[in-house]
């Protein structure tokens, strides 16, 4: 999965890059939280690759926690920054399409490592 994590970062990066150059600067705040899922799983690959025999835990249950880490700090980051749409409809259709994909995300990544199905 490091290489669909890989993928998801760099499509997201590049669709964050072209708001920033569009001017829409306000997208670009809103939907950068979307990268944490799939960029915690890349750091928790790199740092157990590297201190893996310094981590008192195994590799499944530090890249699961790693991951699980990074979908609690998204969804931190998006109800914070969902303070800033002002219709509730609008608020709403943010949280859930985001938080939704993030938590999809989370648990295909986790079914993955543990191989649960």
Do not use: Q
Not at 5 to 15: L, R
Not at 39 to 55: D, E, K, Q, S
Not at 72 to 85: D, N
Not at 88 to 109: E, H, N, Q
Request: net charge positive; glycine share 12%.
């Amino acid at each position: 999965m490091v290489a669909e994590c890989g993928a998801i970062v760099a499509i997201i990066g590049i669709m964050l890059y072209m708001f920033i150059r569009s001017g829409r600067r306000v997208f670009t705040v809103l939907l950068w939280p979307l990268l944490l899922v799939p960029a915690f799983h890349l750091l928790g690959m790199v740092l157990y690759y590297f201190w893996g025999r310094n981590i008192p835990m195994g590799f499944a249950t530090f890249a699961v926690s790693m991951d699980v880490f990074g979908l609690v700090l998204s969804a931190l980051l998006f109800g914070g920054l969902s303070r800033a749409i002002i219709p509730t409809a609008g608020r709403r259709f943010y949280l859930g399409l985001c938080m939704g994909f993030s938590t999809v995300l989370t648990g295909v990544l986790v079914n993955y490592l543990l191989k649960i199905i």
